[in-house]
T-cell receptor, first 115, second 112 residues
Framework: AQKITQTQPGMFVQEKEAVTLDCTYD???????LFWYKQPSSGEMIFLIY??????QNATEGRYSLNFQKARKSANLVISASQLGDSAMYFC????????????FGSGTKLNVKP | DTAVSQTPKYLVTQMGNDKSIKCEQN?????MYWYKQDSKKFLKIMFS???????INETVPNRFSPKSPDKAHLNLHINSLELGDSAVYFC???????????FGPGTRLTVL
């Protein structure tokens, strides 16, 4: 089974609107971490936000927030007030604490922000 | 100061050649990784080293050989390059059990 599933290969959003990028995960480890990365067309991988499995509150970092629904095993990224510079690939990733050296990545979602 | 650096950024070579990519991190992290990103942008882990010890070796042809001279460096040597090796190779590092991975800028390898 896939450890990380991103079902939206591509998304469009209007500038200044909010957008949600979906991510579901599969693990039987009670302790794990979830991550989102951004990869613009220039190619570098930029860390955006982290959520620990025991964190009670949803993580937020500026315009990024992570909608963590543990029972549903989902960790959706919400970008508020989209900007043209948000156009990029977005990857969801997970690390399980019992095998903490390994990160699992999803297949990515390509976000296009329209002016 | 660059946290994770890779050289070279671009590598164009002929099939059958041997090439190396170097990676260095100045974050003091314990663990370093190599990933391959194909043309569909899928990121596949290849190797992981923790304190110079090989921890993860995914199903990678043995033409690929990582070497970690110390915990700040993880190099990737590729023998007998094939067309299918064309991809972007990312080095990354993390602190064991804590925090995110930091990625290098990537090396775009093109095999002709």
């Amino acid at each position: 089974a896939q450890k990380i599933t991103q079902t939206q290969p591509g998304m469009f959003v209007q500038e200044k609107e909010a957008v949600t990028l979906d991510c579901t995960y599969d693990t039987s480890d009670p302790s794990y971490g979830l991550f989102w990365y951004k990869q613009p067309s220039s190619g570098e991988m930029i860390f955006l936000i982290y959520q620990g499995s025991y964190d009670q509150q949803n993580a937020t970092e500026g315009r990024y927030s992570l909608n963590f629904q543990k029972a549903r095993k989902s960790a959706n990224l919400v970008i508020s007030a989209s900007q043209l510079g948000d156009s990029a690939m977005y990857f969801c990733a997970m690390r399980e604490d019992y095998n903490f050296n390994k990160f699992y990545f999803g297949s990515g979602t390509k976000l296009n922000v329209k002016p | 100061d660059t946290a994770v650096s890779q050289t070279p950024k671009y590598l164009v070579t002929q099939m059958g050649n041997d090439k190396s990519i170097k990676c260095e991190q100045n974050l003091g992290h314990d663990t370093m990784y190599w990933y391959k990103q194909d043309s569909k942008k899928f990121l596949k882990i290849m190797f992981s080293y923790n304190n110079k010890e090989l921890i993860i070796n995914e199903t990678v042809p043995n033409r690929f050989s990582p070497k970690s001279p110390d915990k700040a460096h993880l190099n990737l040597h590729i023998n007998s390059l094939e067309l299918g090796d064309s991809a972007v190779y990312f080095c990354a590092s993390s602190q064991a059990q804590v925090g995110e991975q930091f990625f290098g800028p990537g090396t775009r390898l093109t095999v002709l």
